[in-house]
């Protein structure tokens, strides 16, 4: 049965009963005491957060050394946090440096069948397979906040800096995600290859190893659906543009014969015959008036506008 230990009792720790021992946050002084009670070294929070493959993962006759990410939630944001699994003989050592719900989660598992977790690889096996169920269940919820944000910009971008806003976000979560998933299926690979692991778990290992290739598709997909909505927001941009850019063209032909006009009977030339016609200014009011309908008109019959 799980129960809690304080920093005293981890001396006291018997390596021949133990089947999980969870530490979080742990102080130098119960690192001390679990390296010495059990006979092993751990690694130190640097150590577990190398990212070279090595450092991720270890073998050797004495059992298992795995460094992996699982997902960490604060408020709308995601990070992926390295927790540690010494697996030996028939145990397992997890440490964490920060509260994940679900330890908790497996701790009640554990604590209702007890009898379904034989040892140490059988608990890694259970965490293992609840966590790719947990990633499983934030990247769905993220690819239907995806779908939403297209369905509600695919038709209007009334407010492009918030759409942009949602996509920068959405693009970081699902990195992180794919980020995570990647080093599962290392992880996983490498756990089929294990002379240590039992047939039997390679068998469950296996099936994982599919549903995190099956969510890594899921990833990818949801990086060219964030690409497609960008793509339609920089076509409506230039569409947008082209627009005003139109208008000021438009703009500038329909004002330029009025303004020819206006610019010929308003030269300072002394003899202008239509200075001493008594309907000069009139009739040149009608042809700044007609020069600026007349390219309206016909560019609207075109279709130009």
């Not at 297209?150 to 800096?161: A, D, K, L, N, T």
Request: glycine letters at 2%.
């Amino acid at each position: 049965m799980p129960v809690a230990l304080e920093t005293e009792q981890l001396s006291s720790l018997d390596r021949g009963s133990l089947l999980w021992l969870d530490l979080l946050s742990p102080t130098p002084e119960e690192f001390a005491a679990v390296e010495e009670a059990l006979r092993l070294e751990l690694p130190t929070r640097q150590e577990s957060e190398e990212i070279e493959f090595s450092s991720r993962y270890w073998e050797d006759e004495s059992g298992i050394d795995i460094n992996t990410y699982f997902l960490v939630r604060q408020e709308d944001k995601f990070h992926n946090e390295t927790v540690s699994f010494i697996l030996r003989e028939h145990f397992v050592v997890t440490i964490r440096f920060s509260d994940q719900r679900i330890f908790t989660e497996f701790s009640r598992k554990l604590r209702l069948s007890p009898r379904s977790f034989r040892d140490g690889a059988d608990v890694l096996s259970g965490i293992l397979a609840m966590r790719v169920d947990v990633d499983a269940d934030i990247l769905e919820v993220l690819s239907r906040e995806i779908a939403s944000l297209g369905r509600r910009y695919s038709q209007s971008f009334e407010r492009p800096r918030e759409f942009l806003t949602h996509i920068t976000d959405y693009e970081d979560i699902n990195i992180t995600i794919r980020e995570n998933l990647s080093d599962k299926h290392r992880v996983l690979s490498s756990l089929l290859k294990s002379t240590i692991i039992s047939e039997t778990l390679k068998k469950e290992f296996s099936m994982m190893i599919k549903d995190v290739n099956s969510l890594i598709v899921s990833a990818n997909f949801n990086f060219e659906r964030l690409d497609y909505l960008q793509n339609l927001f920089l076509n409506y941009l230039s569409v947008e543009q082209n627009k005003v850019i139109k208008i000021f063209t438009v703009m500038s032909v329909i004002f330029l014969p009025p303004t020819l006009i206006a610019s010929i009977y308003g030269m300072n030339f002394r003899r202008l015959p239509e200075l001493e016609w008594s309907f000069g200014y009139p009739l040149a009011l009608l042809l700044i008036i007609v020069s600026a309908v007349l390219p309206l008109y016909i560019f609207k019959k075109k279709g130009w506008l």
